[in-house]
């Protein structure tokens, strides 16, 4: 008690102390703090005030420089604009002057300075009165006035004020003198209070020091001494003791723990598990430990561990929290106990347990005892399984036990007699187990056990489940029958000899073939028997097959017999021997099937082969003469042939191309992989399918348009094969190029006409311009405004030309890629081509658009049908001199189209013409007018190249032609 009061003692002087030294620190900082300040506020002083006023009066007479040197320039100076960016620079320094000033006066609290401040700005403005006068002056050109009053006031002025911005400046400096002076001052005494309060704080601590480790020291010596005694406690314990903190870091341990790691614990302390152990080991421990620091309470385990010498111990370890004086938790203490051989004895005691149960169950045999004062049951594991009750249970009442026997009146009455009258307990039962499973047939035996006085104290039993036993014998008997069934009423011959040979029995359906009884053939050597008796070569093959098959050999064999109408049958025969258990051979089986009519069959389908291979090769004369070209292909991507005229076309023989993979590459090239994905489809068609023109391009390097068609072949060879036939329309596609040609060179005389009529009006005003400024010139009576007039009439008539010619040169330009554009676009653009023809002419041009959806077209060609129906429109307009003509354009949508209607009111087709209006070379125009080739190119680039629709018919007043283009999704 006395120790502690002298320890808290000690802790409160030592905590007084260390606020001393903290008070003491705290005052020296801000003491430093206010010495900062002190000397931060004389800098900030000279700073803001002296030396920026002294700077600013450095630039004030700088300023005043200027200004008298721009103020002689302006005299000087011829040019009048150099004078004006000489005053725009006075005015300018003017205002940086005034800003100066101000500067200083917000810089300034002596009233000296503050006069000598309003004195200099006094006399600037003296001096800006006079640069007023005078720049008057020289705006005015009276240069020797302003001469003579720059020499006669304002240089003396300026010398004046230069003398006061002197004076400013040189005030400054001496002020920034007297406050660095003062600074100065400042700095020495807080620097020798500083000095004198270091020195009382530094002797304070050392003293504070030595008091604290003096006390430390002596500590110390008492934890030694304890540690020593905890040591030589916990290593005189043979358990394994251990601590850990939160961390899971080892802080301590016992001799015996360092044994179990084998390490000293030195090299222990400081380390975790997996430090120390393998991995499976460690997170094991690692579990343990943080369950318990989770519960905080203590837990127990049981584990298997090695000694570093390779014994293994069974451990009982115990970890509890180890907590502080507070109730602060700070690791864990684990203690473990070797109890390896209580675990060996209790192994050995489970082993011998569960042997004897396995006995019981291999044996399927269970002991049971009937306690006769209680009437109760005990049963071991196996009688339980027997009798489907609970395992957890020890005892069942007779009851219980007996409600699972169907026959227990028979089995009770039986186990009284044993009890009162010593008969014999051997019985054989059927049991339903009381947990549903499937009833089974048990056999029992008990005797009776008495005490020393002889009264009966409890029946000892066994019983057996002899359920498979009786199923087999039953089975038995079953196959039996059933193998007589099988064996007398096969169609298949089958019999049972002797090593020897002999018969010993054979089914009806052999006897009937041949047509004797059993007693014909039994007992007689096999191939004796009518069966063989046709062939002598057989019965000598026969009689060798016997010996074998009696040594273990299987014969086979295809053999013939005649049958009782004598006529010749075929068999596959076999002979086997049938083997015990030690696998000697006891008889022989022989068995034939009929094959008869197989080999009838086989023969068949060979001639009906012959007739296909001939017929197959027919095929093959077929496709390779075809004129069209064919290919043969299948889905693993085999080519499987070309006939000679795709050979000859493409100039790739079918070694060349035998795969999909080498056609597609050399034949499509950049396009290989898109088309190999399309043909790969073709192998899922169930009918012909036309698959549309494509470009190859053949060995020489040509390319060639070939229209498609595929069909299937069904399967061959376990895989789908398609047959692709093709058709070269290149011929057929130039002829056609050829006509869009002509079309355009048709549609391009139109045009031309058309540009030279757009012309000819501007070229005339640019003409009559042009005579204008001729005639002007020669009167003697050009003029600015009307060469400005004639120039932008010129101007614009000429932009007016090159833009007619950017809309025709678009017309004409070719399309390379579809675009998704709307038809109003187009029919505008369209309509800035044919506008002047058919203003020419009178005629109305109305757009009615009920559209917004896009199409996905070739602009260009699109444009040339449209012009191509509207030029013809107008024909047929100006040609029936229709007064008030008009063409109506409507732009509208159905479900899947775009629909263009371009109708006129210039009195319809000849319905006689109308079915041929699109056919080529058609015209209703003369040779001069029409090539006949303008609709016909209309519905080729509808129909064709934008998978459209067109056609043409008569309404009231006149034709109507309707274009239907695909709408964009």
Known sequence: MKNTLQRKKEIRLLILALITLALLATASKLFSSYHVDVMHTLTMNIHKHPLKVSRTALRLKLGLYKIDKDMKMIISS????????????????????YNNLRIIKENLFEKEGLALQEETKTLFNQLVEMHRNIISLVQKGELSEATFLIESQVLKHMSMLKGNASNLYNYTQEASQSIKKESHQWFEKLETANTLLSIFLLIFYILITYY???????????????????????????????????????????????????????????????????????????QHDEIMINLRESKTNFEWVSYPDGKKVYLLTVKSPLLSSDGTLIGLVGNSVDITEQKSTEDALVLSKKRYEVAEMIGKVGSWEYKIDTKEFWGSAESHRMYGL????????????????????????????????????????????????????????????????????????????????????????????????????????????????????????????????????????FWETPWWQHSQELQIWLQESISKAAQGEIIKKEVTHYSKTRRLHYFDFSLKPVLDENGKSQYLIPQSRDITEEIDIKQSLQNSHAALEKKSQELYTIIQEAPNPIMLHNEAGEVLMVNKVWE?????????????????????????????????????????????????????????????????????????????????????????KMLMSQSRFAAMGEMIGMIAHQWRQPIAGISMDANNILVDIALDNFKNDDAEKYANDILELSQHLSKTIDDFRNFFKPDKVTSDVSIQEVMSETFRIVKESLKNNNIEFKIISESTS????????????????????????????????????????????????????????????????????????????????GLYMSKMIIEDHLEGMIDAHNKEEGACFRVRLLKNK
């Open 854 to 933: 896009e199409v996905n077209v070739y602009p260009r060609e699109l444009m040339q049908v449209f012009v191509n129906i509207i030029n013809n429109a107008k024909d047929a307009l100006v040609e029936n001199n229709i007064k008030d003509g008009y063409i109506e354009v409507k732009i509208y949508d159905d479900e899947t189209y775009v629909n263009i209607d371009i109708c006129d009111n210039g009195n319809g087709i000849d319905m006689k013409i109308l079915s041929k209006i699109f056919d080529p070379y058609f015209t209703t125009k003369d040779e001069k007018n029409g090539t006949g080739l």
């Open 78 to 97: 011829e040019s009048k604009i150099e004078q004006k960016r000489l005053i725009e620079e006075i005015y300018i320094d003017e205002k940086q002057i």
């Open 212 to 286: 604290i480790i003096k006390r430390i020291s002596k500590y110390i010596d008492n934890i030694d001494h304890l540690k020593e005694l905890y040591d030589n406690t916990i290593n005189s314990v043979e358990n394994l003791i251990f601590v850990k903190d939160t961390e899971f870091i080892y802080i301590a341990c016992n001799e015996a723990f360092e044994k179990f790691v084998g390490r000293p614990k030195e090299e222990i302390v400081g380390k975790n598990d997996y430090d120390l152990f393998s991995k499976e080991l460690a997170d094991q421990f690692r």
């Open 390 to 525: 609970k395992s957890d249970s020890i005892l069942f009442s007779e009851q219980s036990v007996e409600a699972c026997i169907p026959e227990r009146e028979y089995v009770h009455q039986a186990l009284i007699d044993l009890i009162e009258k010593g008969s014999e307990y051997k019985l054989e039962f059927r049991i339903n187990p009381a947990d549903g499973s499937s009833s089974k047939i048990i056999t029992s035996i008990a005797e009776v056990e008495f005490n020393t006085e002889g009264t009966a104290q409890r029946v000892i039993g066994f019983i057996q489940d002899v359920t498979h036993q009786r199923e087999a014998q039953k089975m038995l008997r079953e196959s039996e029958v059933l193998f007589r069934s099988i064996f007398n009423q096969t169609f298949q011959f089958a019999g049972v000899l002797t090593l020897e040979g002999r018969v010993l029995s054979v089914n009806p359906t052999s006897l009937e073939f041949i047509g004797v009884k059993e007693i014909d053939v039994i007992g007689k050597l």
């Open 648 to 736: 000859n076309l493409t100039g790739y023989s079918h070694s060349e191309i035998n795969t999909i993979e080498k056609w597609t590459q050399k034949a499509y090239r950049e396009k290989m992989s898109d088309i190999k994905k399309y043909i790969d489809n073709l192998y899922s068609i169930k009918h012909r399918v036309d698959e549309g023109e494509y470009s190859i391009f053949t060995k020489d390097g040509n390319s060639i348009i070939w229209q498609f068609s595929s069909a299937p072949l069904g399967v061959m060879d376990d895989k789908r094969t398609v047959i692709s036939s093709a058709m070269d329309i290149t011929e057929l596609k130039n002829k056609d």
